[in-house]
């Protein structure tokens, strides 16, 4: 950031001198830090042609090329001014520099047993035989600074700060002897607001009584009670004037979240249409932090109704219980040929290790399907399935994603043996990689999926594999693609799908920017639903655009897709949201 403000001073400043003097040229010096900084001494003193021959310009002139180059330890340093043509050339002549000759540095008091102290003391960036650069110097001791407080040791000082300089012999002298004054530790958390907070706090807080101050910790505390969801806004801040015995109150202000929090939202995208989600909230059911929501979920194609109660464990964030219970109803007679009605039972665990993108969770979940599917006759089937799963995601930003990894895998189990009426097995894993390179953009992304049982005729519609639309293989309708059965009539061949036992899906998308928030975009995907892999692959390749906005990219394709069943195909998708 520093060295962005320092150009933009420079070129101001070259602009205006050059507009009032026409042009200006430095020679003599190389080094562009120096050359940039006489630059700006002199684009201050606002002459212009007419006084640049006056003495008293002249003088003013030399005394700014004196202070620009005397921080880089040259104080002996001559100019000569000459204006040919009207152009103004200045030529510096630095001479010797001052070099360091005496360096003496000491640590008195607490800080002389510091580990983290003494490094930051002894990596002091000047040793003698090295010229005098005083922004090293000045930056030595701001870093000093920022260590002590950011390590508890608020009565920091220089008892000894000097700098010497012996111009006639080029030399110069630096004393540094630092005060550190005792280190505090954290002491008591006090709570400034609803008491209910209490045990929240202590499980999230990184630090305990009597630990060694450290700003880090803090600050991961604070970061931590803001990602809880119970709150609008959290301070944690030290109160050093009231430490006892060296021990620092930590305080926190807290403004809670409203009781109940409401959230409406509406969406669209070429597979679902028009969709519109609705979510009540109560971050405080209980008074140990449990939580309870309920969601609605309306689309042209799917409706569905939950509600989830978590319970928070000792990690409040990443560590936590749910119990669910949900139903759900899906119309999807003109793409999959699927109809069903979903009530769902479930208890998860879920955890993630600090500062881990892994997370992990573990289920046992209860479904009772009613479902038509194709020509199958209308069925219900109850499964009772334990499970697991494993998350990876890793992504720079959250809106625009320029870098990212995501890596997901579950696997379910049911068996006559436990409640259920067929056995079962599905495991599906799923990734995609964001990677650019300058302004080349890459997303490659792949899918796969198998079920083992031994009545697939009793799979449910919703755990059976389908393929197409704007998440598997551009180019056709949402879940269009799948093993098929055939009937004929009156001479009529209807055919209908019945999903399958396999699923495998590869995609690679290549963006470029090509005006402010936009990109187009060119890509090929394939994939297959299939119960033995001997139908072809699907494939859907075009081009497209991506308007990147506050919420997220709006991603808008033309796809063609090609399979060994159909002719050819086109279709237009569009969806909204970030891709990770």
Request: charged share 20%; aromatic share 12%; glycine share 8%.
């Amino acid at each position: 950031m520093r060295l962005h403000i320092l150009f933009l001073l420079t070129s101001l400043c070259i602009f205006a001198f050059s507009a009032r003097v026409h042009a200006l040229t430095i020679k003599g010096v190389e080094n562009s830090d120096i050359r940039n900084n006489i630059a700006v001494h002199l684009g201050a003193l606002n002459i212009d042609m007419e006084n640049v021959n006056d003495a008293f310009w002249q003088r003013q002139i030399q005394d700014a090329i004196n202070k620009a180059v005397q921080p880089y330890g040259y104080y002996n340093s001559e100019s000569a001014l000459y204006v040919v043509n009207n152009k103004l050339s200045v030529t510096v002549t630095l001479n010797s520099p001052l070099v360091v000759t005496n360096l003496t540095r000491e640590i008195i008091g607490e800080g002389r047993e510091d580990k983290g102290f003494r490094d930051v003391f002894n990596n002091f960036p000047l040793k003698v035989g090295d010229v005098l650069y005083q922004p090293k110097y000045e930056d030595f001791k701001s870093a000093m600074f920022s260590y002590a407080l950011t390590h508890g040791f608020f009565d920091f000082a220089w008892q000894a700060s000097r700098l010497d300089l012996v111009r006639e012999e080029q030399a110069a002298n630096i004393l540094l002897i630092a005060q550190s004054g005792p280190q505090y530790y954290f002491g008591d958390v006090v709570i400034k607001g609803d008491a209910r907070s209490v045990a929240i706090v202590e499980r999230i807080k990184p630090f305990k009584k009597g630990d060694k101050y450290s700003a880090e910790k803090l600050t991961s505390f604070n970061r931590r009670l803001n990602q809880t969801g119970y709150y609008q806004r959290v301070i944690a801040r030290p109160v050093v004037q009231k430490a006892i015995d060296r021990h620092v109150p930590i305080e926190i202000t807290l403004t809670h979240k409203p009781k109940d929090l409401f959230n409406v939202g509406i969406g669209a995208s070429s597979d679902e249409g028009l969709r519109i989600p609705l979510q009540w909230q109560r971050p405080w059911a209980t008074r140990r932090g449990h939580s309870i929501s309920a969601d609605l979920y309306a689309s042209q194609r799917e409706q569905s109704i939950s509600s989830n109660y978590r319970i928070p464990m000792q990690n409040v964030n990443d560590d936590y219980a749910s119990i669910g219970i949900g139903y759900k109803f899906l119309d999807d007679t003109e793409n999959s040929n699927t109809k069903s009605d979903t009530l769902s039972v479930s208890a998860r665990r879920f955890w993630r290790e600090e500062a881990s993108n892994w997370q992990k969770s573990v289920s046992l979940t209860f479904e009772r399907e009613n479902f038509t599917q194709g020509l199958q006759p209308a069925q219900t089937t109850d499964l009772l399935m334990p499970g697991a799963s494993l998350t990876y995601i890793d992504r720079g930003e959250t809106i625009n994603i320029n870098q990212g990894l995501y890596f997901s895998t579950s696997l379910q189990v049911g068996s006559e043996a436990l409640l259920s009426d067929i056995d079962l097995l599905k495991a599906t894993a799923r990734t995609t990689w964001i990677h650019s390179l300058g302004k080349h953009r890459f997303k490659l992304r792949g899918e796969a999926g198998a079920i083992s049982t031994n009545n697939f005729d009793r799979v449910p519609s919703t755990m059976r594999f389908f393929v197409g639309g704007d998440q598997t293989v551009r180019g056709f309708a949402l879940n269009s693609i799948s093993p098929f059965e055939e009937q004929t009539i009156d001479g009529n061949t209807t055919r209908t799908l019945s999903g399958g036992q396999y699923l495998a899906v590869a995609s690679i998308e290549y963006t470029y920017p090509i005006y402010e928030n936009w990109r187009v975009a060119l890509f090929f995907d394939a994939g297959t639903a299939t119960n033995n892999f001997d139908e072809g692959i699907s494939r859907g390749t075009g081009f497209g655009f991506h308007w990147i906005t506050p919420v997220g990219p709006v991603r808008f394709y033309f796809a063609f897709g090609k399979s060994n069943v159909d002719d050819s195909s086109f279709r237009f998708h569009f969806a909204l949201g970030p891709e990770l």
